[in-house]
Each structure stands twice: as structure tokens, then as C-alpha cells.
């Protein structure tokens, strides 16, 4: 079955960059869209398609993708940025798909 | 601007169906590319994609859970409904209902806040 695979955790210090990655077959023929969640809120879309961010997300963030890797870079990261980050994908068949999970520090 | 909000009870008992209504609002249901659907998150882990019910009535479901998984909408209402059955503890977490645009990016790109469901005796 498919599945998408991050490190449960990473940690960055401030103002410096960091990548989070995700991986996953579904992602040689899909983007991957990354979510970013705070400890008690509903989780928010941050990046989309190619390397695409809506309206209101710092451009700090942005996406890559080669294979069957998914990236989410952050440069020049900021205390705010510390949160959950998931990894999405839908496969072949119309079915959705999240990642594990990771837990950025920024220290 | 578009909202969306999860209703339900909070707490259920093995065995039983869970039923959830999502109340959305800022956009229609019946325009082509638009779909509304389910991701929970039991606490402390990680989200799960459950369902999206599509403009034209297209449903698609997990697979590991596509035998308990039922989804509605009621378009004049602006509604969709999710039931979910034989509900056991490990079911437990916050369920949230979210929109998609397919004529746009095609990604979750509004969430409403999230319900908690407990599953306990």
C-alpha cells in the first residue's frame, strides 16, 4: 500500500535553514502539499503544486520535489515556525494520503 | 470568505455509529471541481484522510477503512454528513472537515476547527 515517509522530528536554529522531507512512490507522479499545525489548532496549507503558497504564507517557505522525494525548505527560520508539518499526496487510484509527521524545533 | 464547521457528539460507545454533519458556508458543493471531506487525528498522532465527496456525487475513500465509511452531502442545505461505524477507542481523536477546489490547487485549503470524539464505555 502506498505511504509517505518524514522524520518525526528536526530542529533548526533561528534564522538558520532547514529542510523537511517527505517520501513516497505516489510522489514520481503527484505534488506534494505541506501542512503546517500549532499545538492546538486545525492544521494549515502552506505549500501546493510545484512550489506554489497561499495567500498570507511567509515566502521563507518553499517546496521541491525530485523522484520520489517531496522537500519543505524554511530559510531563515523564526520562533513561529515551530510546529508539526505534514506531507500529503493523493495516488493513482483518487485516494489521499498523509505523512507521518515532523516535529520542527527551532532553537 | 469560507468557513467550515464540524458537528457531532463527543462522545460514543464501542460499538456504535458515529454521525458528523459539516456546515459550510462562502462556496457551493455543486460547482464543478469542489469537493468537502473528512481527515482526523487521534491525539498526539498524526492526520488521517478519511473521505472526499465531490460536486458530482463522486466518493472516494480510504481503503482501510472504506467498509465503515459512509458520505453524504446535501447541497441545498450546505452540508455533508460522515458516518463512520462500529466505532472503537482507537477511533478517538479530533475530526476535521475541510475543502478542496480541483479548478484550483486541488489541496485542503480551508479546515474548519476540528471536532473531538471520544469513544468510551
Known amino acids: 500500500s502506498s505511504e509517505l515517509t518524514q522524520d518525526p522530528a528536526v530542529s533548526v536554529a533561528l534564522g538558520q535553514t532547514v529542510r523537511i522531507t517527505c517520501q513516497g512512490d505516489?510522489?514520481?507522479?503527484?505534488?506534494a502539499s505541506w501542512y503546517q499545525q500549532k499545538p492546538g489548532q486545525a492544521p494549515v496549507l502552506v505549500i501546493y503544486?510545484?512550489?506554489n503558497r497561499p495567500s498570507g504564507i511567509p515566502d521563507r517557505l518553499s517546496g521541491s520535489s525530485s523522484g520520489n522525494t517531496a522537500s519543505l525548505t524554511i530559510t531563515g527560520a523564526q520562533a513561529e515556525d515551530e510546529a508539526d508539518y505534514y506531507c500529503?499526496?493523493?495516488?493513482?487510484?483518487?485516494?489521499?494520503?498523509f505523512g507521518g509527521g515532523t516535529k520542527l524545533t527551532v532553537l | 470568505q469560507i468557513t467550515l464547521k464540524e458537528s457531532g457528539p463527543t462522545l460514543v460507545k464501542p460499538t456504535q455509529t458515529l454521525t458528523l454533519t459539516c456546515t459550510f458556508s462562502?462556496?457551493?458543493?455543486?460547482?464543478?471541481?469542489?469537493?468537502v471531506g473528512w481527515i482526523r487525528q487521534p491525539p498526539g498522532k498524526a492526520l488521517e484522510w478519511l473521505v472526499l465527496?465531490?460536486?458530482?456525487?463522486?466518493?472516494r475513500y480510504s481503503p482501510s477503512l472504506k467498509s465503515r465509511l459512509t458520505i453524504t452531502k446535501d447541497t441545498s442545505k450546505n452540508q455533508v454528513v460522515l458516518k463512520m461505524t462500529n466505532m472503537d477507542p482507537v477511533d478517538t481523536g479530533t475530526y476535521y472537515c475541510?475543502?478542496?477546489?480541483?479548478?484550483?490547487?486541488?489541496?485542503?485549503?480551508?479546515w474548519g476547527q476540528g471536532t473531538l470524539v471520544t469513544v468510551s464505555s
Open positions: 475541510v475543502h478542496v477546489d480541483y479548478s484550483a490547487n486541488g489541496d485542503f485549503d480551508y
Open positions: 462562502g462556496f457551493s458543493l455543486s460547482s464543478s471541481g469542489v469537493g
Open positions: 465527496i465531490y460536486w458530482d456525487d463522486d466518493k
Open positions: 505516489s510522489l514520481r507522479n503527484y505534488y
Open positions: 503544486g510545484r512550489n
Open positions: 500529503n499526496s493523493r495516488d493513482s487510484s483518487g485516494t489521499s494520503l
